[in-house]
């Protein structure tokens, strides 16, 4: 290398190397007793013009302040550690006065302490620590941490934390003296329509004197309203699908047991409980015999042992209690009360009479962001889309194979089908296990949306009888209509009225329709329907 290039190159070293020297200042006696003592906004904006500066041992000071570990008197400020006390500015060992006092940090400096070591970490190569910090600092801007955040967003790579830093920059920015300032930050706010930026411009507008800034907030805060208004229409949208899958679940096994074979089974909330059981048992079972990598594959494991589950316990009820009460509706109804507090008690002796959890496998935490204030989480989403292959099945197991032919025959004329040779005994067994198997599948659904407990299905019994009628009894096409219909209704109510009323308005909404449309909303078609 030619000497000149040579000398060039240490040169371009040395000026770096100076730079770097002066970017890093070096964390000052009196900056740590401003910190430490004084009132709360003196020291924050102590802290904050050491943050703007800092290197390893102001980052450490922070850390201490925020860990409770800072004592002071007069002239000194200690770092505590292991009973020692060190000098913050030269790290020696200090012997700790009895006259220095603890450092007191209230709510105020303890979000300021979090927001400067958020500031610290701007600086970090992992992603996830910079978005978290991005993050912290949009919640608690401040205008002298602007060139720490230029400096990270010049460095930045990333287009998601970039852009959260631009709202960062921004943010700090409102609060600013500078009336063009606040201006463009306004401005800039407005795009980014979210409920946390309109949350900043609220707090500015209640502040703001100047009257340019005001209009220019207001017209923000417009713009992020209409915004939001529909992401609130989703949420609630997709709140009511949500639900409406749940009471589809629920009822499904209901169309067959209530619907197909006229049955009034009020233990069908309890064939859902266990099967919400069977799920946390299969949890338990990966928990301690399988390695945790195959964690999240127990959901799989659980659907068919719950559904072979609650199909046992049903083809059992049928087979012992149900088939000696046909035609006797009110016997029936009895009968199955009865036995749905024998359930509930027998859970409560094998299980105890505690809720217990059932966790979430890694697949369905967390959820997909539409919006900034609409997030779908991955749970309901699967479990619309569960429901959705659970109608299919059952629509192609009656309608295109041999015993849903059978239950479909012996349904609509019990005598002609058995002087075919259909064994009608065995098929009421076996449709009676299926419309039980199916409510052992919502258990199985509910457990991954709330807590599973002896009195699960007591909280959905009477929704899911209220949608087989409504849907019009035997139609399947009717209960998935009913379902989606009363769980979107329902949604809509709630946000505008309170869930009590929503739940009220609800069920004068199926009386009087059932008052004006017995048959529900498909009638079954023959020569006995009504016209």
Request: aromatic share 6%; proline share 3%.
């Amino acid at each position: 290398m030619p000497i000149s290039l040579r000398f060039l190159s240490c040169c371009a070293a040395v000026i770096v190397t100076l730079v770097a020297a002066l970017s890093a200042h070096a964390l000052t006696l009196d900056e740590a007793r401003a910190i430490a003592s004084g009132d709360s906004e003196a020291r924050i904006a102590a802290l904050n013009k050491a943050v703007a500066t800092a290197d390893e041992k102001t980052a450490a000071f922070i850390q201490a302040m925020a860990d409770d570990a800072v004592k002071y008197t007069e002239d000194k400020v200690f770092l505590i550690k292991d009973d020692k006390a060190y000098d913050p500015v030269t790290g020696a060992e200090l012997k700790l006065p009895d006259t220095a006092e603890d450092v007191v940090n209230n709510n105020l400096m303890r979000g300021a302490l979090d927001a400067a070591q958020a500031a610290l970490k701007l600086g970090s190569k992992d992603e996830a620590v910079r978005a978290e910090a991005a993050q912290a600092l949009f919640k608690e801007p401040d205008e002298s941490r602007l060139p720490l955040v230029e400096k990270a967003l010049a460095a930045e790579t990333n287009d998601r934390i970039k852009a959260q830093l631009e709202l960062v920059r921004a943010a700090s920015m409102l609060g600013s003296t500078d009336k063009a300032r606040r201006l463009a930050a306004a401005k800039a706010l407005g795009e980014r329509r979210s409920p946390d930026t309109k949350l900043l411009l609220n707090q500015r507008l209640a502040d703001e004197t100047d009257a340019e800034v005001r209009k220019t907030i207001e017209a923000s805060i417009a713009s992020i309203d209409g915004s939001l208004v529909w992401g609130d229409r989703i949420n609630a949208v997709f709140s009511g699908i949500s639900l409406g899958s749940v009471l589809l679940l629920a009822a499904l096994g209901l169309a067959i047991t209530y619907g197909l074979m006229g049955v009034i089974n009020m233990a069908h909330g309890e064939l859902m409980m266990i099967g919400a059981y069977a799920t946390y048992v299969m949890q338990g079972i990966f928990q301690r015999y399988m390695p945790e990598s195959l964690f999240g594959g127990y959901l799989v494991a659980a659907i068919p042992v719950s559904f072979l589950t609650s199909a046992l316990v049903g083809a059992v009820l049928e087979r012992g209690v149900i088939r000696f009460l046909y035609g006797r509706p009110l016997e029936t109804l009895l009968a199955t009360w009865g036995i749905s507090l024998m359930l509930q008690q027998l859970v409560r002796s094998l299980f105890g009479a505690q809720n217990v959890g059932v966790e979430n496998p890694g697949w369905m935490s967390g959820g997909f962001s539409m919006l900034s204030n609409v997030t779908l989480p991955w749970n309901r989403i699967c479990i619309v889309v569960f429901a959705g292959l659970v109608l299919l099945a059952m629509g192609w197991l009656i309608g295109r194979t041999r015993l849903g032919l059978f239950v479909r025959g012996v349904t609509q004329n019990r005598p002609i089908a058995s002087c075919m040779g259909v064994n009608t005994a065995r098929i009421d067994t076996y449709a009676f296990a299926l419309g039980s198997g199916i409510a052992g599948l919502a258990g199985c659904a509910l457990s991954q949306i709330g807590n599973v407990g002896p009195d699960l299905g007591q909280s959905y019994i009477v929704d899911s009888f209220m949608v087989v009628v409504m849907g019009g009894v035997g139609q399947l096409a009717g209960t998935v209509y009913a379902a989606l219909g009363l769980g979107v209704l329902n949604k809509f109510i709630e946000g505008w009225a309170g869930a009590v009323l929503a739940k009220i308005a609800v069920l004068v909404f199926i009386i009087i329709f059932i008052q004006k449309r017995p048959q529900g909303i498909f009638a079954v078609k023959g020569r006995s329907a009504e016209a």
